[in-house]
């Protein structure tokens, strides 16, 4: 389909239409109650992670989940935030230094989630919201397992197939994965924990759930 930016290894246009659009995601995904919706699923599931806990957002983009994940956070973690969009990148740093609390956690990484420039089971912890969709699910995911450490987990946002989500696909050019298909890739490399639906008065929960999940 043409408004599919799929990415590959090599090629991930994804990053320079996000380069054209980083301000409108930004502001669109700010007033629909974004970042609140994920401080309240924080703080109803505390993440099953520890101080000083190696983190990666795959697919930071604006750094939305990024400083949900550590205005939630109790004690000092280390995130590394990546995305292939530049201008996105410079958008979140932006918002980073503008917040209050440990910023000094944050550290932000231009590059491509199929190839991460992390070693084998070095991280106890990967979010991704929305980035799964530009890349082919199989690879993707096998490649977010790889660096996660075994008993670590993944907490994968993805988009499911309703009106709202055909909407999005068609502005952000992505294509959201069938739930059978998500859950057969998650089940290659992790065990299940829980699959949340937001609450149906959130906006993003018109449109996406968050899967737990720990690698086997
Ligand atoms: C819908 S936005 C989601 C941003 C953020 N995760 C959030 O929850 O607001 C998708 C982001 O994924 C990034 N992206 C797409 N394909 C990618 C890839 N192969 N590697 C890294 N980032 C990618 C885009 O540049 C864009 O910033």
């Known amino acids: 389909m043409e408004y599919v930016l799929t990415a590959t290894k090599d090629e991930a246009r994804a990053g320079s239409y996000y380069d054209k659009i980083a301000a409108f995601y930004d502001l669109t995904f700010k007033l629909n109650g974004y970042g609140r919706s994920l401080d309240q699923y924080f703080s109803n599931h505390p993440l099953p992670v520890s101080r000083g ?22 004690f000092p973690v280390s995130i590394t935030a990546l995305d292939l969009s530049a201008t996105s990148i410079s958008a979140a740093k932006k918002t980073l230094d503008e917040s209050s609390g440990r910023t000094q956690d944050v550290t932000f990484a231009e590059g491509n989630l199929l190839s991460l420039p992390f070693a084998d089971n070095s991280l106890d912890l990967v979010v991704t919201s929305g980035a799964l969709e530009y890349v082919p699910l ?17 907490l994968h946002l993805p988009c499911r197939p309703t009106p709202a989500s055909t909407f999005l696909e068609i502005l952000f050019r992505f294509k959201s994965h069938p739930r059978p298909q ?35």
């Open 138 to 154: 199989g690879e993707g995911m096998s490649e977010i397992a790889r660096v996660i450490a075994p008993g670590g987990h993944m």
């Open 53 to 74: 806990a190696r983190i990666l957002d795959a697919g930071c983009g604006t750094g939305l989940l990024t400083l949900a994940l550590l205005r939630n956070m109790r």
């Open 182 to 216: 998500i859950l057969a890739e998650t089940e290659r490399h992790f065990r299940m924990v829980h699959e949340y639906r937001f609450p149906p008065l959130h906006i993003i929960g018109w449109s996406k759930t968050a899967m737990l999940a720990q690698k086997r």
